[in-house]
């Protein structure tokens, strides 16, 4: 089963990303292209001719042509004295993880093929991409640290307070395993714990013990939809995240 996708980094664009590959003729001037480079801040382009991908021209194959000439008069010299021919092609639907040996040694892969080049894909947008994926795991992660955090600094008797809290549910809920220790605790637990311990923790939890339920219910939520659904990042709600992990956060970060 495929993870992510070219077309998946492709399509995760910005306002500046352009919605066609931006690429220079086999005719077009070194300087042409320097400057399209500069204008867009890339490092390559697909270089045409006929509708058809001849190679691609680079900031590396430029240096190396200007650095082995006197006079290399790039406003007169093509690209194709420049051009690299052997740009690696690969499909759409093609594994991000599966290009990570091709990405350590070339910064870029061009997507479709020669006669219908779909962009280009540079290991920088992989790395970018996965960022973007894997923030609200970290920010999770980092809620959790902060709840445990919290209640290790409460609590003296932890051990026994954790037994107790789940003793009831325990004793009338057969198929429920209560947890030993915070490490085993579920978001729900978290909750529970912290709603029925409340008058030991930081006030402010039970001033604001509706926000705090929901907060820990909503990256719950979150939490879910990133373990069971494949590429769920794009669609969870960020800022009630970053609400919770500041809230959270803030907290423990006080005692």
Do not use: C, W
């Amino acid at each position: 089963m495929k993870f992510f996708t070219a077309d998946d980094v492709l399509s995760h664009s910005t306002a500046s990303t352009p919605d066609e590959p931006v690429t220079v003729d086999l005719d077009d001037s070194i300087q042409d292209a320097l400057e399209i480079m500069l204008e867009n801040d890339f490092d390559q382009l697909p270089v045409m001719n006929d509708n058809r991908v001849e190679g691609t021209v680079t900031y590396t194959s430029i240096a190396k042509f200007v650095k082995s000439m006197d006079d290399p008069q790039v406003e007169e010299t093509t690209v194709k004295i420049a051009l690299n021919t052997n740009a690696e092609f690969v499909d759409l639907d093609h594994d991000i993880f599966e290009l990570f040996e091709t990405l350590a040694e070339d910064d870029y892969v061009l997507l479709g093929d020669r006669d219908n080049l779909e962009g280009i894909l540079t290991r920088y947008d992989v790395f970018y991409f996965l960022e973007h994926q894997v923030q609200p795991f970290l920010k999770i992660g980092e809620i959790e640290n902060a709840l445990r955090h919290l209640f290790r600094e409460s609590f003296d008797d932890l051990d026994q307070r954790i037994e107790e809290t789940f003793a009831d549910r325990a004793e009338h809920d057969d198929g429920y395993e209560p947890p030993e220790k915070l490490e085993d605790f579920s978001f729900d637990e978290y909750r529970m714990f912290m709603m029925q311990n409340r008058d030991q923790l930081p006030r402010r939890i039970s001033q604001e013990r509706e926000m705090v339920e929901d907060l820990l219910e909503d990256t719950r939520d979150i939490r879910n939809a990133l373990l069971h659904f494949r590429a769920e990042a794009d669609e969870v709600d960020r800022d009630e995240l970053d609400m919770a992990h500041s809230y959270f956060t803030g907290i423990a970060n006080s005692i």
